[in-house]
């Protein structure tokens, strides 16, 4: 395999790993805000 090639495959490989990571973060995000909000309405009602 030449070094540019590796270079590219790597590069595309870490590409991937961001994208996923970051989409992780924003999944993980979204539920804690939700359950935030949950436990709040819950407080306020009480």
């Not at 870490?14 to 309405?41: M, P, Q, V």
Request: proline share 0%; aromatic share 8%.
């Amino acid at each position: 395999m030449n070094n540019e090639r590796f270079e590219w495959q790597t590069r595309c490989e870490f590409n991937a790993y961001c994208k996923h990571t970051l989409r992780n973060e924003l999944i993980n995000t979204s539920k804690e805000s939700k359950r935030s909000g949950l436990r709040a309405t819950t407080t306020q009602k009480v």
